[in-house]
């Protein structure tokens, strides 16, 4: 189903002292974690980090020099690693991803998609046992979960 928007200017950008301070706790974090937060994994995060909503890993690489795009591998690998570090989440209907929206980092994310603006939020999902239960019954291992619902958010309804 779609729904045909009316325009609408609510904000979707990140304020750039929080954008600062996310990339900070992100360079914090791979380094308790015995990793490199490396040029281009950080230039990565920045530009998801920047983006209105989900933003596609080709984006990300037309984005990613001043000068011009950057080689889709470097992309590619970046985005991988800062999945695994749980600092962006790929969401898979729209093969975009999203910065992680919580300090924990190893949790199972659920998101609300607008339909209208296109922005994401990031959801607790409150209890994956009855999945994983159904799962185990079944002889099935789970590797991974994501919620995904999508519709209208309350700006674009017109309850900002």
Do not use: W
């Not at 530009?47 to 596609?56: D, R, V, Y």
């Not at 962006?88 to 949790?107: G, K, P, Y």
């Amino acid at each position: 189903m779609s729904h045909a928007c009316a325009h609408h200017d609510h904000p979707h950008a990140l304020a750039a002292d929080t954008k600062a301070s996310r990339l900070a706790e992100a360079e914090a974090l791979c380094t308790d974690a015995g990793e490199r937060m490396t040029s281009s994994r950080l230039r990565t995060y920045e530009l998801i980090l920047e983006a209105s909503g989900p933003i596609k890993a080709y984006d990300v690489i037309d984005r990613f020099h001043p000068e011009g795009a950057a080689k889709p591998p470097t992309v590619y690998r970046a985005l991988s690693f800062l999945e695994q570090m749980g600092l962006i989440h790929r969401i898979e209907s729209l093969n975009a991803f999203v910065a992680c929206h919580t300090r924990d980092h190893a949790h199972t994310a659920g998101f609300l998609l607008c339909e209208c603006c296109g922005q994401s939020v990031e959801i607790a999902i409150p209890n994956t046992a009855d999945i994983e239960a159904s799962a185990a019954r079944s002889h099935f291992q789970i590797k991974h979960i994501t919620l995904e619902a999508r519709g209208l958010c309350g700006a674009c309804r017109g309850h900002a």
